[in-house]
Nanobody, 114 residues
Framework: QVTFVESGGGLAQIGGSVRLSCVAS???????VDWYRQAPGKEREWVAF???????DYRADVKGRFTIGRDYAKNTVYLHMKSLKLDDTAVYYCHCPTLSGDRWGQGTQVTVSS
């Protein structure tokens, strides 16, 4: 089975920046990959995707602040986060609808504070 390992989270300041990484155990060039996040006491929510045709999209409250990057040679998808807000605090997960199915990794914690 293909695995996805998230990393790069940590403590950040309001207005700061963080880059998250999602490393797959197989080539993902042919597949869409999504980022999700889940804050304490809330449901997991979709954040962004990168698609095989090069298209990307983002939920409204992160547009202009978050950017997906790709390095298929490294089997890696990134989430560049800037202008961080308190509401960005969550565990962030990457997920491939085709390869992951209903499986989720450990995620990486992002904590934004003043």
């Amino acid at each position: 089975q293909v695995t996805f390992v998230e990393s790069g989270g940590g403590l950040a300041q309001i207005g700061g920046s963080v880059r998250l990484s999602c490393v797959a155990s197989a080539n993902i060039a042919q597949f869409r990959v999504d980022w999700y996040r889940q804050a304490p006491g809330k449901e997991r929510e979709w954040v962004a995707f990168t698609r095989t045709d090069g298209k990307t999209d983002y939920r409204a409250d992160v547009k202009g602040r978050f950017t997906i990057g790709r390095d298929y040679a490294k089997n890696t998808v990134y989430l560049h986060m800037k202008s961080l807000k308190l509401d960005d605090t969550a565990v962030y997960y990457c997920h491939c609808p085709t390869l992951s199915g209903d499986r989720w990794g450990q995620g990486t914690q992002v904590t934004v504070s003043s």
